[in-house]
């Protein structure tokens, strides 16, 4: 069993930046495939960004230049500037023993979100 902690979540104005992160609490194996997902008001959860255990990381098409996702063993951050009102929602650390995408269906392992607002 995996156990995820967020934390970074906060209010911001719109332009500003968060710094999100999120660690197992009982899993000492630095072989994690690991990602953030977010829902906003009126949509699916969604991929926000993700990271194999190799570097090897992957972007939703809303994170791509603004987002930045990184990890040190298996402490998994994400990094975000620039951001809009529409970025506003909860964002979950997932993660998987193997890395066999970054579909919502790929995780098995949830944290329990944490929230980023956004105001104008």
């Known amino acids: 069993q995996v156990e995820l902690l967020e934390s970074g979540g906060d209010s911001v104005q719109a332009g500003g930046s968060l710094r999100l992160s999120c660690a197992p609490s009982s899993y000492s194996y630095n072989t994690l495939c690991m990602a953030w997902f977010r829902r906003v008001p009126g949509k699916e959860r969604e991929v926000v960004a993700g990271i194999d255990s190799t570097g090897r990381s992957h972007y939703g098409d809303d994170a791509k230049g603004r987002f930045t996702v990184s990890r040190a063993g298996n402490t998994l951050s994400l990094e975000m500037h620039n951001l809009k009102p529409e970025d506003s929602g909860m964002y979950y650390c997932?993660?998987?023993?193997?890395?066999?995408?970054?579909?919502?269906?790929?995780?098995?392992?949830w944290g329990q979100g944490t929230r980023v607002t956004v105001s104008s």
């Open positions: 997932a993660a998987e023993v193997t890395c066999y995408g970054y579909a919502e269906r790929d995780f098995g392992y």
